[in-house]
């Protein structure tokens, strides 16, 4: 069975920094792409970036370029997203997902999540 443990999460000041790491199991983790989805309170799931198998393909939403880093260890079967210049606008539970297509309207989550909070 596929699982996905989202950690790393927390509150943090704006401008301040995050960790999240995702460890996967159930499955052959390293010839799937990986993404990172994050769903506000009151709103639909929103795709944050997303990472190819071999890690040579990473993609951002555009509000997170160039803040957000997605990587990947394929010996550790873990997905990570370095979170920078973290801003309000970024708090929400962030979830890690197999594949890299942006979610449907009827998008499950397959972990917990982690929630990160931006705030003073």
């Known amino acids: 069975e596929e699982q996905l443990v989202e950690s790393g999460g927390g509150l943090v000041q704006p401008g301040g920094s995050l960790r999240l790491v995702c460890a996967a199991s159930?499955?052959?983790?390293?010839?799937?792409?990986m993404s990172w989805v994050r769903q506000a309170p009151g709103k639909g799931p929103e795709w944050v970036a997303g990472?190819?198998?071999?890690?040579?393909?990473?993609k951002y939403e555009d509000s997170v370029r160039g803040r957000f880093t997605i990587s990947r260890d394929n010996d550790k079967n873990t997905v990570y997203l370095q979170m920078n210049s973290l801003k309000p606008e970024d708090t929400a539970v962030y979830y890690c997902?197999?594949?890299?297509?942006?979610?449907?309207?009827?998008?499950?989550?397959r972990g917990q999540g982690t929630q990160v909070t931006v705030s003073s």
């Open positions: 997902e197999i594949g890299t297509r942006p979610p449907s309207s009827s998008w499950s989550p």
């Open positions: 990472i190819s198998s071999g890690g040579a393909t990473i």
């Open positions: 159930g499955f052959y983790f390293k010839t799937q792409g």
